[in-house]
């Protein structure tokens, strides 16, 4: 199974059981929008879900500038960036988040280009606190 296979199955799995949480969420990965989910909150809301996969745990999670703006620019629904790593859960509410500055981090370019180089990104340093739901093991 490749890497984006595996990683596709992990969004399913957790819109699964976000969906037996009361949500009501469908899975949209696979397309070329800025979000992995779209549907509606608990509370019957329309929203859009972002997930960010992580092999190893880092203390800050990464949000990119690039994609927070697409995620902003969605109208008439809430927005949400979902991290799962090997320590837990974090479900940042990004309608009323207050975000750090920016920083740049140097960041492989997608493979999918075929590129082999780094570049600079702009990104959002989210600390654990920041996070409305959190789940850890």
Not at 19 to 44: F, R, V
Not at 90 to 106: A, G, V, W
């Amino acid at each position: 199974m490749s890497n984006e296979t595996s990683h596709h199955k992990w969004e399913q799995g957790i819109i699964h059981l976000m969906n037996l949480d009361g949500w009501d969420l469908e899975w949209c990965g696979g397309s070329t929008e800025h979000y992995d989910a779209k549907g509606k909150t608990p509370k019957g809301l329309k929203c859009v879900v972002e997930f960010k996969l992580r092999h190893a745990y880092y203390q800050t999670k990464i949000l990119e500038q690039f994609k927070y703006n697409h995620l902003m620019s969605i109208p008439d629904c809430l927005k949400f960036y979902y991290v799962f790593d090997c320590k837990g859960n974090y479900l940042y509410f990004l309608d009323q988040l207050k975000l750090p500055e920016t920083e740049q981090i140097k960041s492989n370019v997608n493979e999918k280009f075929g590129a082999e180089y780094k570049m600079n990104k702009p990104v959002y340093m989210l600390s654990e606190s920041q996070a409305s739901i959190i789940n850890k093991y």
